[in-house]
């Protein structure tokens, strides 16, 4: 099993292709993506934000992989998304938990689906920078 190999796809899969996807979704068809979540706003600036955090962190994970910076320059890509995509898990509880049109069967399961989604891949991004700082040496060793 070739662990630097993974390492890499990973990152480059995890971070950068949803990284720049999320940039797509989030800046450039930001209209779809107000509609999507419910809210319209005249100034989309804060949504233009987003999107290019999670295009400079997609870009600089294909550099890294590309050049091959290796296992740390890795994790701490997959940890750095990890967190951002953290703390939004937080707002989607929050929103499951705050909201009161979750009455309807059709915003609860969006939400809750949105709660385990991101969920599942903010475990997926942890656990694999946590893997790349075993490869690095920094953190003891997962495998």
Same mark, same amino acid.
């Given at each position: 099993?070739? +662990?630097?190999?993974? !390492? ?11 990284? +720049?996807?999320?940039?797509? *979704? ?7 993506? @107000? ?10 600036? =804060? @949504?233009?934000?987003?999107? /290019? ?8 994970? +294909? #550099? ?15 940890? $750095? ?15 499951? /938990?705050?909201?009161?049109?979750? *009455?309807? $069967? ?8 949105? #709660? !385990?989604? $991101?969920? +599942? ?6 656990? =694999? ?11 003891? #060793?997962?495998?």
């Amino acid at each position: 099993m070739n +662990i630097d190999l993974s !390492i890499r796809i990973t990152t480059a899969l995890l971070v950068g292709v949803v990284g +720049i996807a999320s940039f797509f *979704r989030h800046s450039v068809f930001y209209l779809s993506d @107000q509609a999507r979540m419910g809210w319209k706003q005249e100034h989309p600036e =804060f @949504q233009l934000e987003v999107g /290019y955090a999670n295009l400079a962190l997609g870009l600089w994970a +294909i #550099v890294v992989v590309a050049l091959g910076w290796g296992a740390l320059a890795c994790g701490l890509l997959l940890a $750095t998304y990890g967190t951002y995509l953290l703390c939004t898990l937080a707002l989607h509880i929050r929103k499951v /938990y705050a909201a009161k049109d979750l *009455r309807h $069967t059709g915003h609860r399961d969006r939400a809750m689906t949105s #709660v !385990i989604s $991101t969920g +599942i891949f903010v475990a997926l991004l942890l656990f =694999f920078a946590a893997v790349a700082f075993g490869r690095a040496g920094v953190v003891p #060793v997962l495998f």
